[in-house]
């Protein structure tokens, strides 16, 4: 930047903060609804919705009450959702085998949402999380998770939930190869649309607690995530991350938590010049909504937390708050 030899009253910064109209002018970042990406549980069993303790606000749909809800977004604006399936345990094993059932409940679902909601841009996750008796995203052997086991899975579960109608594939897992594995295996196929959106950049985080219990996949006690998702002292790390996930096919990458790694986001949108997507993680949308159902901060906090990721260069966001947001955009228009 130009060294400029600013003075005061010369400059004056206030001069642009006078009123609300001329923020407006000089604003230099806005949130468009359309940015937003909502995270939606679905049970397979539940007949209703079922509020979840730990995430204020949220809920674990039902079927029916998933296809209410995805109707409601979508004529408040919001395009996108990203699903995660609730299972019972009887559909669990210690290889995650539901996962590449091409019949299993959330390829069922996507099929149908695409058929009653065919503009909606559908986000499914890949890992075997929500599929595993022991919470882990890949398959567990001898004791620890085993990557390129767990790499063959990934593979057809991909597949599996392009054919039921999957627009963006959101690979979570962390496994080495992955992204190129499914890239590969998805273009033998002819699945040369499938977008791949990779969670390049995921720390071993405890702000994940909640989603867990939304998505029943809390761990019992034994080997953590910390040996597959990235440990929260590395920064430099988050640019190998991204620059192979690039290199095997990702087309959008992701930083998460968001709020805690603002200056990943940064890091990453200033080196590389593919979209960068930040997820506003369970439990800092739950810190927040804590904190505003107390009434310590009013809601105000929501619009603050979001301008922040989008300031520190993310292209769009998932967030717990999308609908509120577009709620509020909408009464105002
Ligand atoms: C699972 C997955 C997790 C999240 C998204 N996909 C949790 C985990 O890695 O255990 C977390 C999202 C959130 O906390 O909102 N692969």
Redesign the pocket.
């Known amino acids: 930047m130009k060294a400029l030899s600013r003075k005061f009253p010369y400059t004056r910064s206030r001069r642009l903060r006078s009123n609300q109209t001329i923020r407006n002018l000089v604003a230099e970042n806005q949130i468009q609804v359309s940015k937003l990406i909502q ?1 939606l549980f679905v049970s397979d069993t539940n007949k209703k919705n079922v509020e979840i303790t730990t995430m204020p606000g949220q809920k674990l749909f039902s079927k029916s009450g998933l296809f209410k809800e995805i109707e409601t977004l979508q004529k408040i604006g919001i395009g996108s959702v990203a699903l ?1 399936p609730n299972l019972t345990s009887i559909k669990k094993n210690n290889f995650g085998d539901e996962a590449l059932n091409p019949e299993n409940f959330l390829c069922s679902i996507l099929e149908q949402i695409k058929e009653r909601f065919p503009d909606l841009v559908l986000i499914a ?1 890949v ?1 075997l ?1 929500p599929y595993t008796s022991s ?1 882990h ?1 890949g398959v567990v052997i001898n004791g620890s998770v085993d990557n390129d086991l767990t790499l063959n899975s990934l593979a057809e579960m991909s597949l599996n939930l392009a054919k039921s109608g999957a627009d963006i594939l959101a690979p ?2 962390m496994m080495d190869g992955r992204i190129g594995v499914i890239r590969e295996s998805l273009e033998q196929e002819g699945h040369c649309d499938t977008i791949l959106l990779s ?1 390049a950049a ?1 720390y071993a985080s405890n ?6 219990d939304a ?1 029943g ?1 809390k761990q019992k006690k034994g080997i953590s ?1 910390s040996t597959y ?1 990235m440990d929260i002292r590395n920064s430099k790390e988050s640019l190998k991350e991204i620059e192979l996930d690039i290199n095997e096919g990702a087309d959008i990458v992701m930083v ?2 968001a709020m805690v790694n603002q200056d990943i986001i940064k890091l990453v949108s200033d080196n590389y010049d593919v979209p960068v997507f930040a ?1 506003q ?3 800092e ?1 739950t810190m927040l909504m804590n904190s505003i159902d107390k009434k310590i901060f009013d809601h105000n906090v929501i619009e603050e937390s979001l301008m922040a990721l989008f300031r520190s260069g993310s292209a769009s966001v998932l967030t ?1 708050f999308a609908k509120w947001f577009a709620q509020q955009y909408d009464k105002s228009n």
């Open positions: 995270p995660f996750d890992a999380d919470g995203d979570s897992d969670y995921k702000f994940y607690g909640p989603f867990r998505v996949s995530k998702q998460k938590p997820y993680v369970s439990g949308y717990y």
